[in-house]
Each structure stands twice: as C-alpha cells, then as structure tokens.
C-alpha cells in the first residue's frame, strides 16, 4: 500500500535523524505531508515561565510568527492547558480542548492562526517534566482542514518513533562520532550502550554498558551474545537484532522500545537503534553492528501539579486554563484579556470551576491552586 511504504520510508528517516539533526528540516516536512498538512515542529514550552523555543522546524512557518508567538501568544495558547493532560505520545488536538467556534472566537486564532492561513494544530509531548513539555506538532492549514480521525490515526502512528529519535539524539551525536574516536565518545555516555550484530553478539559496549553485564541484574553476555534476564525481553531483543540485520523499517514499524525487568525487581528500559541505513551506517560500520542498543533505568516523574489539581477536581483542558490564569490574573476583565476570550465566557468557566471546587470567590481558587504547589519548587 502506498500509504504503507510511505510510513517506512518515513520513519528510516526520523532514526538518521536522530543522529543527524541536519536531516530534521526535510524529515518534519515529509511529517507533514503524511499527515496531511502545512508544517511540522519540534519544540518546548515552559509553563511557569510561559516561554520557549523552537528545536527543529520545516520553516513553514515564517521567523516573524515564530518570533511573536513566544513573545507574546505562547501566554494565551488554548493548548498550554492539554499539556497538563495529555499522556507521552498520546496526540491532542483543538477539539480536544474546546469547541472549535470558541476557539475561533480566542485572541490567539484571530491574531496569530488565521493570517497565516492555518486552521488547526495537533501535537503530543515527547517529554514533560513539572514545568516544561517538549512537543511534536503538525500545523493544518485551510486546504487540509480541522483535524480528523485519519490525521489522529497517522499522527498516533508517527509520534513513537519522533520520541524515540529525540531521545537517542540526545545520547549519541554522529558529528561529534566524526570528531573523536568512536570507543572514547561511547564511553562518554551516560546510559549502558552496546554495538550489536544481527545474532546479538556485543561487538563493542562502553563503560556504562560493562557495568550494567558486571552486576547481571538486567543484562547479561553469554557467549559474548546480548540476552536479557527477562525471558519475554530476551525474545523481544532477539526479534529486534534479526531484523536489523535484514534492513532497519521492519524494526521502525515494530517498536524499537523494549522494557527490561531485572532479577531485583528494578525496570530499565533498552531503545535500539537500527544502524543499517543512511547516515547511520557511519556509527556502526567500525565494528560491523546492525544495531546500537541503549539501556536506562526507568524513572517515575511526579505528576505536574496542574495535573494533579485537574484530575481531582474533573476539570476540563480549558477550565483548567482558566483555572491557571486566575492564579495569575485579577478580575475576570483581565482574565478575559489574558486568555483572549469573551468576558462572557470567562464567568461560564469560573461558575463550573466554583461548582466543581466547592468554592465560591476567585480568591478561593488562587488558595486552592497554592495549596498544590511543592514546598520549595
């Protein structure tokens, strides 16, 4: 099917990514056309400073909008909320936010989205902490309209594997591979990291890697082959290694993502990366390795604290908006002003927020919101 063999040859490029960030550019620009749509974007918000940036871009948004928008509409994008909401990887859209006609009654759509032509945006978090998200986003533009089920559908069945490139990119660097001798800069890494062939022979692992088969809780090497203590890991790495060697697309479509469970209970984690095509070829072709094999320990991050409020209070993504904006704010004229939204709407959200928080003056709210935040944060 063509839409197939697109979705393979996508994602072999999203892995020589990883490891060549010149690739981005091109990669999101076939992201978008995927899906379809105008642009694609890699980038980060940080909701306490209401700020952030741009990682990689297909440049189909123009500098000017990109530089506005962490100016000035980042602070009253509808969107800021979903992040509170959204699960790693699970794609939010508008809808998911607001109805759509309120949202194109916002500040934001009429200054920052309609003249640029756009007319829906879809994104999911990479990677989120407290405070910060780093997102994956694909814009719409008028000619491909509001985002439906088949967007949702391709956009779910591209995001693993743009989080699974970020996150090996952010361990591995094929320009500082061309820089330095191989085995020093492997050593240099953090996680355990091992070069493997098609039968999972370790044909090279760096200092962290030796560690983690010296203490044989996770890993271990018989033979000098790769295996896992988990019986069902160990068959999943195996699968993994094989079609490597076969070619890197198979792998990409199948999950590259193996959880780990050691003999002592602890949870690691092993993302492999196929190095059998493009730009990656280069990491692995002094030791003859198929594939590169990075092992961290799984960590369980606190729930952000707008999460936790939302949650038990069963708010919706834009009453939590509202919510965080009259922590922020004054009367519901400003709040109104802050989030580009009718003051008429403004007291519908701040009525079901009383109703659901039991409370009943804005400044009942802004103490409910203190009373979550971490002593000391």
Same mark, same amino acid.
């Given at each position: 099917m063509?839409?197939a063999e697109?979705?393979?040859?996508?994602?072999?490029? %999203?892995?020589?990514?990883?490891l060549?960030?010149?690739l981005?550019?091109?990669v999101?620009?076939k992201?978008?056309?995927?899906l379809p749509?105008f642009s694609?974007?890699i980038?980060?918000?940080d #909701?306490a400073?209401?700020a952030?940036?741009?990682?990689?871009?297909?440049?189909?948004?123009?500098?000017h909008?990109?530089? %506005?928008?962490?100016? +000035?509409y980042?602070?009253?994008d509808?969107?800021?909320?979903a992040?509170?909401?959204?699960? %790693?990887e699970?794609p939010?859209?508008?809808?998911?936010?607001?109805?759509?006609?309120?949202?194109?009654?916002?500040?934001f759509?009429r +200054?920052w989205v309609?003249?640029q032509?756009?007319v829906?945006?879809?994104?999911a978090p990479l990677?989120?902490?407290?405070?910060?998200? #780093?997102?994956?986003? %694909?814009?719409r533009?008028?000619?491909?309209?509001?985002i439906d089920? +088949?967007?949702r559908r391709?956009?779910r069945?591209?995001?693993?594997?743009v989080r699974?490139a970020? &996150?090996i990119?952010?361990?591995i660097?094929?320009?500082?591979l061309e820089s330095? /001798?191989?085995?020093d800069t492997?050593?240099?890494?953090?996680?355990?990291?091992?070069?493997v062939?098609?039968?999972?022979?370790?044909?090279?692992?760096?200092?962290?890697?030796?560690?983690?088969?010296?203490a044989?809780e996770i890993?271990?090497?018989?033979?000098?082959r790769?295996t896992?203590a988990?019986?069902?890991a160990?068959?999943? &790495?195996r699968?993994v290694?094989a079609?490597a060697g076969?070619?890197?697309?198979?792998v990409?479509t199948?999950?590259?993502?193996i959880p780990?469970?050691?003999?002592d209970?602890?949870h690691?984690v092993?993302h492999?990366?196929? &190095?059998?095509?493009?730009?990656?070829?280069? #990491?692995?072709?002094?030791y003859a390795?198929?594939?590169?094999v990075?092992?961290?320990?799984?960590?369980?991050?606190?729930?952000?604290?707008p999460?936790v409020?939302?949650?038990?209070?069963g708010l919706?993504p834009s009453?939590l908006?509202?919510l965080?904006?009259?922590? +922020?704010?004054g009367?519901?004229?400003?709040?109104a002003?802050?989030?580009?939204i009718?003051? #008429? /709407?403004?007291k519908t959200?701040?009525r079901?927020l009383f109703?659901? /928080?039991?409370?009943?003056?804005?400044?009942?709210?802004?103490? &409910?919101?203190?009373?979550?935040?971490?002593p000391g944060g």
């Amino acid at each position: 099917m063509p839409d197939a063999e697109a979705l393979s040859s996508l994602i072999a490029e %999203i892995y020589d990514a990883a490891l060549d960030p010149a690739l981005w550019p091109g990669v999101l620009a076939k992201a978008a056309r995927f899906l379809p749509g105008f642009s694609a974007v890699i980038y980060a918000k940080d #909701a306490a400073n209401k700020a952030g940036n741009v990682y990689y871009d297909d440049g189909g948004i123009s500098s000017h909008y990109k530089a %506005i928008y962490f100016e +000035e509409y980042v602070k009253i994008d509808p969107a800021n909320a979903a992040h509170f909401f959204s699960d %790693i990887e699970v794609p939010v859209s508008t809808t998911d936010i607001m109805p759509y006609d309120e949202f194109a009654d916002t500040r934001f759509f009429r +200054e920052w989205v309609k003249p640029q032509g756009l007319v829906d945006f879809i994104s999911a978090p990479l990677e989120r902490t407290a405070t910060s998200a #780093a997102l994956f986003g %694909i814009f719409r533009g008028r000619a491909h309209g509001i985002i439906d089920n +088949e967007a949702r559908r391709r956009m779910r069945l591209i995001v693993p594997h743009v989080r699974r490139a970020v &996150l090996i990119g952010k361990v591995i660097d094929l320009r500082t591979l061309e820089s330095a /001798t191989l085995a020093d800069t492997l050593d240099g890494i953090v996680a355990g990291m091992y070069l493997v062939d098609a039968r999972g022979q370790v044909v090279h692992a760096n200092a962290a890697g030796h560690a983690l088969l010296v203490a044989d809780e996770i890993l271990r090497a018989p033979g000098g082959r790769l295996t896992a203590a988990d019986p069902q890991a160990d068959q999943a &790495l195996r699968e993994v290694f094989a079609s490597a060697g076969s070619g890197d697309a198979a792998v990409g479509t199948r999950g590259v993502a193996i959880p780990l469970r050691g003999r002592d209970g602890q949870h690691h984690v092993a993302h492999v990366l196929p &190095l059998t095509s493009g730009a990656r070829r280069q #990491a692995g072709a002094v030791y003859a390795a198929v594939a590169a094999v990075f092992v961290r320990k799984t960590r369980l991050e606190a729930p952000a604290m707008p999460e936790v409020v939302a949650r038990l209070y069963g708010l919706t993504p834009s009453e939590l908006r509202v919510l965080l904006a009259v922590f +922020e704010t004054g009367g519901v004229a400003d709040l109104a002003a802050a989030l580009g939204i009718s003051e #008429a /709407t403004a007291k519908t959200h701040l009525r079901r927020l009383f109703e659901k /928080t039991g409370t009943r003056r804005q400044a009942d709210l802004v103490r &409910l919101v203190a009373g979550f935040a971490v002593p000391g944060g």
